[in-house]
């Protein structure tokens, strides 16, 4: 499952990451972690954005594609990924289209959580102005100001990639004003309607099917080895002697058969024992009639 997941500050982006990622077991990809992990590894890119992190400054969007395309390549992504916060502009869509398809790696869908600015601001409000009541600080980011700069920011800069993902039929929405709950279930709703993930009967029955495919694979192996003894024990009799070959013949057909089921073991034991005696029955036959002659 690789997923983008678009929307405004504050619209849930990073509640519903988590429990995807908790759900699926799927990795968040965050640009901002990315780098600070570049850069305490030391790697060629890392090195790169060091100094450009030191001075203030924005990294260059080659940069931010490069240390994607260097997390890709570790072994945890084969379950796929969620990227949050990337990509913010066209130009950065663009280029991360272009990593994937070099990589072979499909993007099955962004989806944008559409949210309600002023509801978003209205939540802002009474949040500080509860904690202010109950006495605790305030984040300088976490005011309706500076929501109303970055809500500017989005709409400028990050909005104009509804238009781009809808014009590659990847776009899907959410209406993220609903509870954290519905939302969730609206999004799982939609990965199982586009086949990014199996539907839960699906995965429910999956362990079924397995079992019963190791019960028929042991099951014939033992048939075939019954029907093999029968086999022998026919040819062991003497040539010539309708009845042996008769009785014989009826107990290979039926070891033949496959055990299926619960009964698979005793079907497998039964077949054997008539073997058996079918086989002792034709020589002490074969026997009495030598006597006789």
């Known amino acids: 499952m690789r997923l983008i997941l678009l929307g405004p500050p504050g619209a849930g982006k990073g509640t519903q990451a988590q429990r995807l990622v908790q759900k699926y077991g799927i990795v968040q990809l965050s640009t901002g972690e990315m780098l600070r992990a570049a850069v305490a590894a030391q790697t060629p890119v890392g090195l790169q954005a060091k100094d450009i992190m030191a001075s203030g400054a924005l990294v260059p969007d080659e940069i931010v594609i490069g240390i994607i395309s260097d997390r890709l390549d570790q072994p945890d992504m084969k379950n796929g990924f969620i990227l949050d916060g990337f990509p913010r502009t066209v130009p950065q869509a663009v280029a991360l289209d272009e990593l994937l398809k070099k990589k072979h790696i499909k993007l099955d869908a962004v989806i944008e959580l559409r949210v309600n600015e002023s509801a978003l601001l209205n939540r802002v409000e009474t949040r500080v102005a509860e904690m202010q009541a109950r006495g605790e600080d305030v984040r300088i980011d976490d005011t309706p100001e500076v929501l109303s700069k970055r809500l500017a920011n989005y709409r400028a800069q990050t909005e104009p990639l509804i238009h781009y993902y809808s014009e590659r039929r990847k776009l899907l929405t959410v ?7 519905h939302v969730t279930r609206e999004i799982n709703r939609i990965l199982t309607a586009i086949g990014a993930v199996e539907p839960r009967a699906a995965r429910s029955a999956a362990p079924a099917r397995k079992a019963a495919a190791a ?3 042991t099951a014939m192996p033992a048939g075939k080895m019954a029907a093999k003894t029968a086999r022998k024990a026919a040819k062991s009799a003497p040539k010539g002697r309708k009845t ?8 290979s057909k039926k070891a033949a058969s496959p055990a299926k089921g619960r009964g698979a073991g005793k079907a497998r034991k039964t077949a054997k024992q008539t073997a058996r005696k079918t086989t002792a029955k034709a020589s002490k036959k074969v026997t009495k009639k030598r006597a006789k002659r």
């Open 215 to 217: 019960t028929r694979k």
């Open 175 to 181: 209406d993220g004003m609903m509870t954290i709950e």
């Open 244 to 251: 042996a070959s008769k009785g014989v013949g009826k107990a």
